[in-house]
């Protein structure tokens, strides 16, 4: 199965470059459409955007949905609520309220003590705020970290490999990853927080680390034939992805921790975009550069 699938890799790889193309478009669009319909590019957490993370421990069960509709027509339409479930036994210990809304303490104790039934104290009550422009300025300057890391990248890539098209295909590369998970994040509804700017960094790393190693095996060794180099090449990218997103996959599933959950969804939406952009466009490119520079 993989021989025939590498031969077909080797014949029609140019024609295979259409495939990371319309899934990058696609992911624009779909970007481009949030940013029409919500006026952001995508959903930011709250401690991207500012407001009020509550956390309530209680025993008692009560329903989701009628605690949802009580907290929006409380504190605003963005407010959101989940369970707080514990890592061991899976059962559910309290709920966490988040809204945009800066409240404060006292209001906060009132509202949700009249509404669940339940006396607040400080120990099964928690509350964090954080303000909109602190986190206005960590957005920017993530966002700022963000682009300076495409720029040293590029430089690098542009030093070692003394060309342009294979700097380019892996800044391309690693930027229709992000691309590719702000989109999916926008699909199933997710928020970015400050954990997933973080998983991102990692991503952006990982992505620039394998589109390297490929760079490397296609443009600079010459023992062997190009095939063999790159099947070779491609055996330990296939091998390091496939840890990878079992790695996260295992994550995703069996953590009930928010925080880990938001980290692994990253990166597993990542490494999995991985593997198209640098197999199919990234290699292909470097091929295309390759072939031209011969004749």
Not at 25 to 54: P, Q
Not at 68 to 73: C, P
Not at 129 to 142: E, G, I, K, P, Y
Not at 210 to 215: G, P, V
């Amino acid at each position: 199965m993989f021989k025939k699938l590498f031969e077909i890799y080797e014949v029609h790889y140019k024609k295979l470059l259409v495939i990371p193309i319309i899934i990058l478009l696609t992911s624009l669009s779909i970007i481009v459409y949030t940013k029409a319909t919500t006026g952001e590019f995508f959903k930011k957490d709250i401690s991207l955007k500012g407001g009020t993370s509550i956390t309530v421990y209680t025993n008692k069960t009560y329903d989701l949905d009628d605690l949802r509709e009580w907290a929006v027509s409380e504190w605003g339409p963005d407010s959101s609520i989940i369970h707080i479930v514990d890592p061991i036994s899976g059962s559910v210990v309290g709920y966490e309220f988040r809204t945009s809304a800066e409240l404060e303490r006292d209001e906060a104790v009132n509202s949700l003590s009249k509404k669940l039934g339940v006396k607040l104290n400080n120990e099964n009550f928690n509350m964090g705020v954080q303000s909109a422009l602190v986190a206005s300025n960590f957005f920017t300057d993530s966002l700022l970290i963000i682009m300076i890391s495409f720029i040293l990248m590029g430089c690098v890539t542009l030093y070692y490999f003394r060309s342009l098209l294979p700097s380019f295909s892996i800044l391309l590369s690693t930027a229709a990853d992000v691309v590719n998970i702000i989109a999916v994040l926008n699909v199933i509804g997710a928020s970015i927080s400050v954990a997933s700017i973080g998983a991102l960094l990692m991503l952006i790393a990982y992505s620039t680390d394998s589109d390297i190693l490929l760079a490397t095996n296609i443009i600079k060794r010459k023992e062997g034939t190009l095939f063999e180099r790159l099947k070779r090449s491609l055996k330990t990218e296939f091998t390091m992805s496939l840890a990878a997103i079992t790695t996260y996959s295992v994550m995703l599933m069996l953590t009930n921790i928010d925080l880990i959950k938001s980290i692994a969804l990253v990166l597993l939406i990542g490494s999995l975009s991985d593997v198209v952009n640098t197999y199919i466009l990234s290699a292909g490119l470097q091929r295309i550069y390759l072939e031209s520079r011969k004749k």
